[in-house]
């Protein structure tokens, strides 16, 4: 396991993408004070940083695979290391370890654009939502925003072991992450009599970062409480981890 985890730390640090994709984040967490004047709700959702972290996290993470599978150097993986799962479980923690940092980056951006006065400033003691301080919204945020994205990553690795064309895996991918909460919407909209099933369903659990955020707003559209989309995200990311395992132990190359 040490060593399919040093090769696949190595391989990340060695891509240019992986340092190039905060520069990313940056630039457009630059942006949300152009859309939003509200200073405390940028500090708290952390300048709008969840949805161009899933970016980045689609870009690199689908590499981990269908690169790999692409360019058929899966095949060296498998020959010197042939336990599959501890190839698959090497990625997961690999690209696990790059969503903290990148979440780490985030939360640290917002300190340093909320001390600059960057959209406004904000007083970090100042009680917002739940009864808490804005500085314990905006970690909660953060860390509710880190479990939604392990979904994704559960996702993208069941997809990536389908798939072998990496194009089509980023932007499959992208597709749901920035449409999935309206497809979810409509069909809870335009099928109620179903709702108790179709609310359950994973593009909803893609909303769960912004109804910690709006919960009024939100709520109306997913039907469910923050907690139970929390429980219904986790659920998912065990169920799409466990059935893309699965899918990679199957495949033959």
Not at 38 to 43: A, G
Not at 149 to 161: K, T
Not at 181 to 208: A, C, D, T, V, Y
Request: hydrophobic content about 50%; some cysteine; proline content about 2%.
């Amino acid at each position: 396991m040490q060593a399919a985890l040093s090769q696949e730390y190595y391989k990340l640090l060695h891509k240019k993408l992986t340092w190039f994709a905060p520069a990313i984040i940056v630039g457009l967490m630059l942006l949300m004070p152009i859309t939003f004047d509200d200073s405390y709700w940028l500090v708290m959702a952390n300048f709008g940083s969840s949805q161009w972290i899933l970016l980045v996290l689609i870009i690199v993470g689908a590499t981990l695979f269908s690169m790999e599978f692409q360019h058929h150097t899966i095949l060296t993986l498998l020959y010197k290391t042939p336990n599959r799962r501890t190839i698959y479980l090497a990625k997961f923690v690999v690209l696990f370890g790059y969503n903290i940092a990148l979440h780490l980056f985030a939360l640290g951006l917002t300190i340093l654009f909320n001390t600059l006065a960057i959209g406004g400033h904000a007083n970090w003691l100042t009680h917002y939502l739940y009864h808490q301080s804005l500085l314990m919204n905006t970690i909660m945020t953060a860390t509710i925003d880190l479990g939604m994205s392990l979904m994704l990553i559960g996702f993208l690795f069941l997809l990536s072991c389908l798939l072998t064309n990496n194009a089509v895996v980023i932007t499959t991918s992208i597709t749901i992450v920035f449409m999935g909460q309206s497809l979810s919407s409509i069909l809870l909209h335009e099928h109620p009599q179903f709702g108790s099933w179709l609310k359950r369903n994973p593009l909803n659990m893609l909303n769960l970062t912004f109804q910690y955020a709006n919960y009024p707003v939100y709520h109306k559209l997913t039907q469910l409480t923050t907690g139970q989309l929390l429980l219904g995200t986790l659920s998912y990311v065990l169920f799409f981890l466990w059935l893309g395992n699965w899918c990679f132990k199957q495949r033959h190359f």
